[in-house]
Nanobody, 125 residues
Framework: QVQLVESGGGLVQAGGSLRLSCAAS??????????MGWFRQAPGKEREFVAA????????YYADSVKGRFTISRDYAKKMVYLQMNSLKPEDTAVYYC????????????????WGQGTQVTVSS
């Protein structure tokens, strides 16, 4: 099993910053290499990809809408993944979800099988 618990959400003014954290645990997470990512879902919209990082931290991926503003990182030993969000905009308002999935061979697509419960991020104008 894999358990993912997000924290760090809240209310911030436009232009501000927040740092989201995701703590991973579980027997499955400890036994295989896991890629991790962040997704978000705004009211009335579908869940969308935000950022991802390979199990060894070697590659990171970002949605165009957050490039240059958000940074994903992980602490492999602590089983933590982070999302540093700077220059926040009202359109970043959403529930942010942490996700994890088994890492495949080099060049394969990311895959996310496990999800956290989400943390609310609200950016006021």
């Amino acid at each position: 099993q894999v358990q993912l618990v997000e924290s760090g959400g809240g209310l911030v003014q436009a232009g501000g910053s927040l740092r989201l954290s995701c703590a991973a645990s579980g027997r499955t997470f400890s036994s295989i290499n896991m890629d991790m990512g962040w997704f978000r879902q705004a009211p009335g919209k579908e869940r969308e990809f935000v950022a991802a990082i390979r199990w060894n931290g070697g590659n990171t991926y970002y949605a165009d809408s957050v490039k240059g503003r958000f940074t994903i990182s992980r602490d492999y030993a602590k089983k933590m993944v982070y999302l540093q969000m700077n220059s926040l905009k009202p359109e970043d308002t959403a529930v942010y979800y942490c996700a994890a999935g088994p890492s495949g061979p080099s060049g394969t697509s990311l895959r996310f099988d496990y999800w956290g419960q989400g943390t609310q991020v609200t950016v006021s104008s």
